[in-house]
C-alpha cells in the first residue's frame, strides 16, 4: 500500500514536469505556487486522479495490458522502425516486405 501511494506521488511529479516542459511554463518544487500555477495544478490534478483510481472497479493489471496493446499499436501505425528493426535484429529477417534498418 506505501510503495502504491508513494508511485501516485512520483507519477504526479513526472507528469507535471512533462507537461510544464511541454507549454513552457514554469517547472520546479523549489517555486511557490503562485510562480508556477500550471505546474502545481498538473501535480494537484494527476495525485487526485492516481488517488481516485484506487477506489474505482478497474483491474490494473488488465489496464496495463491494454495500454501496452494500444502503444504497440501505436508505434506500428506511426511506422515506428525502432519497434521493426528491434525485432528483426533478435530473430533474423523477418517475412513480408523487406525494410532497411
Same mark, same amino acid.
Given at each position: *500500500?506505501?510503495?502504491?501511494?508513494? +508511485? /501516485?506521488?512520483?507519477?504526479? !511529479?513526472?507528469?507535471?514536469?512533462? $507537461?510544464? &516542459?511541454?507549454?513552457?511554463?514554469?517547472?520546479?518544487? &523549489?517555486?511557490? =505556487?503562485? @510562480?508556477? $500555477? !500550471?505546474?502545481?495544478?498538473?501535480?494537484?490534478?494527476?495525485?487526485? /486522479?492516481? =488517488? +481516485? *483510481? !484506487? =477506489?474505482?472497479?478497474?483491474?490494473? /493489471? @488488465?489496464?496495463? $495490458?491494454?495500454?501496452a496493446v494500444i502503444n504497440v499499436r501505436d508505434r506500428a501505425d506511426n511506422g515506428d522502425d525502432d519497434a521493426y528493426c528491434?525485432?528483426?535484429?533478435?530473430?533474423?529477417?523477418?517475412?513480408?516486405?523487406?525494410?532497411?534498418?
Amino acid at each position: *500500500m506505501g510503495t502504491g501511494l508513494l +508511485a /501516485i506521488l512520483v507519477l504526479a !511529479g513526472s507528469a507535471g514536469y512533462a $507537461v510544464a &516542459e511541454l507549454f513552457g511554463w514554469p517547472s520546479t518544487l &523549489e517555486a511557490n =505556487f503562485p @510562480q508556477a $500555477v !500550471g505546474f502545481y495544478t498538473i501535480v494537484l490534478a494527476a495525485t487526485v /486522479i492516481g =488517488f +481516485a *483510481m !484506487g =477506489f474505482l472497479p478497474l483491474n490494473p /493489471i @488488465q489496464l496495463l $495490458v491494454w495500454t501496452a496493446v494500444i502503444n504497440v499499436r501505436d508505434r506500428a501505425d506511426n511506422g515506428d522502425d525502432d519497434a521493426y528493426c528491434d525485432k528483426q535484429n533478435r530473430n533474423g529477417p523477418l517475412p513480408g516486405p523487406s525494410r532497411s534498418c
